[in-house]
Antibody, heavy 116, light 111 residues
Framework: EVQLVESGGGLVQPGGSLRLSCAAS????????MSWVRRAPGKGLEWVAN????????YYGESVKGRFTISRDNAKNSLYLQMNSLSAEDTAVYYC?????????WGQGTLVTVSS | QPVLTQSSSASASLGSSVKLTCTLS???????IAWHQQQPGKAPRYLMK???????NKGSGVPDRFSGSSSGADRYLTISNLQFEDEADYYC?????????FGGGTKLTVL
């Protein structure tokens, strides 16, 4: 059974940093692109970033480019999102998802709240 | 870049059918999309991939009540025999030039 479990969310002050993790199981993690998608309160889904199987290609949404960094450790079956220079607009539930042409499995999400 | 337009809300009665629409912007009418469902408080769930031809492939475990179709720039998600658990937000999504784009989502209420 495919499982994606996010962690690392919490309350952070504006301008601060946070690192999210996603632990994957039930499939060959190194065989898939992976991505982060977020949903801000009262808003819809927004693609954040994705990363190729070997980490050689990474792409970012315009709103996070230059501030967020996606990475992965295939030996640990883990996906990460380093988030810097956070602002209130980054407050959202962050979901980890597997890409199999399309985003076919999603985690339960981790809440990030940016507030003073 | 493609823009996907969805109605903000829809409603239908228990046991009836509903057809949700996702419209692709000009110049992108042949794009393949995916439909996702997000029930309240839950993770999104992949429903299907839908081509401009109307051909669709559903995700694992998606009930037969869910189907897809297309007409021009419009992509449809039809849910038959509506159940209360179908009350959710529905999103369409597409891809272009290494970026992903979501529609604004449709909130479906089952009456």
């Amino acid at each position: 059974e495919v499982q994606l479990v996010e962690s690392g969310g919490g309350l952070v002050q504006p301008g601060g940093s946070l690192r999210l993790s996603c632990a994957a199981s039930g499939f060959t993690f190194s065989g898939y692109w992976m991505s982060w998608v977020r949903r801000a309160p009262g808003k819809g889904l927004e693609w954040v970033a994705n990363i190729k199987q070997d980490g050689s290609e990474k792409y970012y949404g315009e709103s996070v480019k230059g501030r967020f960094t996606i990475s992965r450790d295939n030996a640990k079956n883990s996906l990460y999102l380093q988030m810097n220079s956070l602002s209130a607009e980054d407050t959202a539930v962050y979901y980890c998802a597997r890409e199999n042409e399309w985003r076919d499995y999603w985690g339960q999400g981790t809440l990030v709240t940016v507030s003073s | 870049q493609p823009v996907l337009t969805q109605s903000s809300s829809a409603s239908a009665s228990l046991g009836s059918s509903v057809k949700l629409t996702c419209t692709l912007s000009s110049g992108h009418s042949n794009y393949i999309i995916a439909w996702h469902q997000q029930q309240p408080g839950k993770a999104p769930r992949y429903l299907m991939k839908l081509e401009g031809s109307g051909s669709y492939n559903k995700g694992s475990g998606v009930p037969d009540r869910f189907s897809g179709s297309s007409s021009g720039a419009d992509r449809y998600l039809t849910i038959s025999n509506l159940q209360f658990e179908d009350e959710a937000d529905y999103y369409c999504e597409t891809w272009d030039s290494n970026s992903w784009f979501f529609g604004g989502g449709t909130k479906l209420t089952v009456l």
